[in-house]
């Protein structure tokens, strides 16, 4: 008598992209959630398609700084997108 293993249900195996981060233009941050006494984090507003959950984005302010953060959600509605991130955002030096 042979043993079979069952099927892995659900799994999904993902090949990891070798492309860097996907840059966005014209990004405002703001903070979330806007209620007194609880903790925020940043959001960014653009216009555009809106990223795919864990894709990794990158866009520069109008003061210069670059940040890097992974999309945690992101809202699409009439061209205007709202990105929540999973993490804190890094600010990317360049080289």
Known sequence: MTSKKPAAAGRKTVAKST??????????????????????????LYQGKAPQPREVIEFTLEN???????????????????????????VVTKK
Do not use: C, W
């Open 64 to 90: 210069g700084v670059t940040y890097q953060g992974e999309v945690s959600e992101a809202i699409e509605v009439n061209g205007e997108v709202m990105v929540e991130f999973a993490r804190s955002l890094k």
């Open 19 to 44: 492309a860097g981060p996907r840059v966005i233009d014209g990004v405002s941050l703001i903070r979330l959630p806007m209620e007194r006494n609880k903790p925020s984090r940043p959001a960014a």
